[in-house]
């Protein structure tokens, strides 16, 4: 099973601040990476598919690249509906893997 | 709009059975791959399994093959996770949600992940 791990666990930051937050593949899994946010009791939400393709409604300030076994989510300038938990997902080979996920907390 | 409804959770004894739906509207049901995905109490989201759009092909987590069938019918707009031998692991929010883009064969592999996730059905296994 290919691994995802995401770093930091956790993260506290301010609205207005630019926040990144990476994922490594335990293998190349060249651009089949989404990243999802997920709020307290909500279901989650797709925001990046394809590595690095905005899903259509996502504000522009979030951004994503990578390919291979490295990726970077960017939030450029924080907000505080963006307060929430992230995840990555490797789509290349099932079992279809999450990454375990970064807490965005406010400072 | 787009949507999926997921239902037939509730509390069961180990060892037992339940069968989760998932009511899709919106889209052009037959035409995508559905998966499962759960998430246990206070835990990350594991991806559970996929279905092709013709139903004719599956693809399951290691801890639930052979306990969980995931099945479809096109005709009724409707997913379905049957799960078997429940063991308390199995505990947690269930969410079915569909592929990016249609006809993606991703029950393969090499897909672009899921864009649209129900509000999830909770199923607690205890005794």
């Known amino acids: 099973d290919i691994q995802m791990t995401q770093s930091p666990s956790s993260l506290s930051a301010s609205v207005g601040d630019r926040v990144t937050i990476t994922c490594r593949a335990s293998?190349?899994?060249?651009?089949?990476l989404s990243w999802i946010q997920q709020k307290p009791g909500r279901a989650p939400k797709l925001l990046i598919y394809?590595?690095?393709r905005l899903e259509s409604g996502v504000p522009s300030r979030f951004s994503a690249s990578g390919s291979g076994t490295d990726f970077t989510l960017t939030i450029s300038s924080l907000q505080p509906e963006d307060f929430a938990t992230y995840y990555c997902q490797q789509s290349y080979n099932a079992p279809y893997t999450f990454g375990q996920g970064t807490k965005l907390e406010i400072k | 709009q787009v949507q999926l409804v997921e239902s037939g959770g509730g509390v069961v004894q180990p060892g037992r059975s339940l069968r989760l739906s998932c009511a899709a509207s919106g889209f052009s049901f037959s035409s995508y791959g559905m998966h499962w995905v759960r998430q246990a109490p206070g835990k990350g989201l594991e991806w559970v399994s996929v279905?092709?759009?013709?139903?004719?092909?599956?693809n399951y987590v290691d801890s639930v093959k052979g306990r969980f069938t995931m099945s479809r019918d096109n005709s009724k707009n409707t997913l379905y996770l049957q799960m078997n031998s429940l063991t308390l692991e199995d505990t947690g929010v269930y969410y079915c949600?569909?592929?990016?883009?249609?006809?993606?064969?991703?029950?393969?592999?090499?897909?672009?992940?899921?864009?649209?996730w129900g509000q999830g059905t909770t199923v607690t296994v205890s005794s």
């Open positions: 293998q190349s899994i060249t651009s089949y």
């Open positions: 279905i092709s759009n013709d139903a004719n092909n599956e």
């Open positions: 949600a569909k592929d990016r883009f249609p006809y993606t064969n991703s029950h393969l592999g090499y897909y672009y992940g899921v864009d649209v």
């Open positions: 394809a590595a690095s």
